[in-house]
Each structure stands twice: as structure tokens, then as C-alpha cells.
């Protein structure tokens, strides 16, 4: 799942991330969960596979209220998620300019030749460097990844930076 889950992450920029805020012990738990994508999207249907995944997994002690509208504006979602009006979801970091600094690492172009190589760097990355997780406050993190190369092109000509030149 996660390896097309990267595949099709193709908008410019995008570094979601998976939130879940902490809640009690119940005898069933039940996660709100929120996506402000289309539910035909890559990451709606991956986000819903995690929850039938956790209700086999837990023999249906634990299950998700898959909301039919996103709680909030994609830009608030994390915001949402840390105020408990939904229990999970996934942001695009890149929608709070200057907000999350740290992860902006996995945007540089050149990292890797795939999304997930760089994904996974980037999710090693993530667990070694508390930097990255007190700019989650208020949340627990499951997982991060990044999308795939890009395309570096402009509209006048070969263009050179240094060194590198392309046509």
C-alpha cells in the first residue's frame, strides 16, 4: 500500500503526515478519522485500508468513523487533529508556510530517484531527530513520506546553476 500510496502523491510539495491524538482506554475505540482529499484519492483509500487493517488486526476492538467531509480546510487539518475534532488524519505541510521547518528537508530536488528512497530517509530521519517531532506537538506522528522527483523546467531556454547545466 505504501509504495503506490507514494507513487501517486504528485502534487508539488506535498509531505503528509499521518496524525493521531491520544485518547482513553474504552472497551471499543472508535478513531474519527478526516480526509479533505476526494474519497476516490490515492490517500482517502489508502487512509481507509489502514482502517480495515486495524479492525482485522484488532478483531474489531478498535474500528474507524470514516467522515463522509473533512473537518477542516487542508491548511487546518493539523490544527484539527490537535484539538480533537477528529482522531486522524493526513496533512500537506506545505500548506502552513513556515510552520514545520524541519521537514522541509525532503523537498530539496535530487534527494533520491524514487518517492519511496526519499520517504524512507526521510521517515529515518524523523524518528532520530526530536527537532522534527517538537514540531508535533500535540500529536503522535505515525508515519511521514514525501512525493516523488519532480521536474525542474523553465519557459526561457538551457538554464545552468554552477556546474550543471540542462537543455
Same mark, same amino acid.
Given at each position: 500500500?505504501?509504495?503506490?500510496?507514494?507513487?501517486?502523491?504528485?502534487?508539488?510539495?506535498?509531505?503528509?503526515?499521518?496524525?493521531?491524538? &491520544?485518547?482513553?482506554?474504552?472497551?471499543?475505540?472508535?478513531?474519527?478519522?478526516?480526509?479533505?482529499?476526494?474519497?476516490?484519492?490515492?490517500?482517502?483509500?489508502?487512509?481507509?485500508?489502514?482502517?480495515?487493517?486495524?479492525?482485522?488486526?484488532?478483531?474489531?476492538?478498535?474500528? &474507524?468513523?470514516?467522515?463522509?467531509?473533512?473537518?477542516?480546510?487542508?491548511?487546518?487539518?493539523?490544527?484539527?487533529?490537535?484539538?480533537?475534532?477528529?482522531?486522524?488524519?493526513?496533512?500537506?505541510? #506545505?500548506?502552513?508556510?513556515?510552520?514545520?521547518?524541519?521537514?522541509?528537508?525532503?523537498?530539496?530536488?535530487?534527494?533520491?530517484?524514487?518517492?519511496?528512497?526519499?520517504?524512507? #530517509?526521510?521517515?529515518?530521519?524523523?524518528?532520530?531527530?526530536?527537532?522534527?517531532?517538537?514540531?508535533?506537538?500535540?500529536?503522535?506522528?505515525?508515519?511521514?513520506?514525501?512525493?516523488?522527483?519532480?521536474?525542474?523546467?523553465?519557459?526561457?531556454?538551457?538554464?545552468?546553476?554552477?556546474?550543471?547545466?540542462?537543455?
Amino acid at each position: 500500500m505504501a509504495v503506490s500510496l507514494l507513487s501517486v502523491a504528485r502534487v508539488a510539495g506535498l509531505l503528509a503526515v499521518l496524525l493521531l491524538a &491520544c485518547g482513553g482506554a474504552v472497551a471499543q475505540v472508535v478513531i474519527t478519522v478526516s480526509s479533505w482529499l476526494p474519497p476516490a484519492h490515492a490517500l482517502s483509500e489508502a487512509q481507509r485500508d489502514w482502517c480495515a487493517l486495524l479492525d482485522r488486526k484488532t478483531a474489531g476492538k478498535a474500528r &474507524c468513523n470514516v467522515l463522509t467531509r473533512a473537518v477542516s480546510a487542508p491548511a487546518g487539518t493539523f490544527d484539527a487533529v490537535r484539538q480533537g475534532q477528529v482522531d486522524l488524519s493526513f496533512t500537506a505541510q #506545505g500548506l502552513t508556510p513556515g510552520r514545520f521547518v524541519t521537514p522541509q528537508l525532503a523537498e530539496f530536488p535530487f534527494l533520491g530517484d524514487t518517492a519511496e528512497a526519499v520517504s524512507v #530517509g526521510y521517515q529515518r530521519s524523523f524518528a532520530r531527530t526530536p527537532a522534527m517531532a517538537d514540531e508535533h506537538k500535540g500529536v503522535k506522528v505515525l508515519a511521514v513520506f514525501a512525493q516523488g522527483p519532480g521536474v525542474a523546467f523553465n519557459t526561457s531556454g538551457p538554464c545552468c546553476a554552477g556546474t550543471i547545466c540542462w537543455h
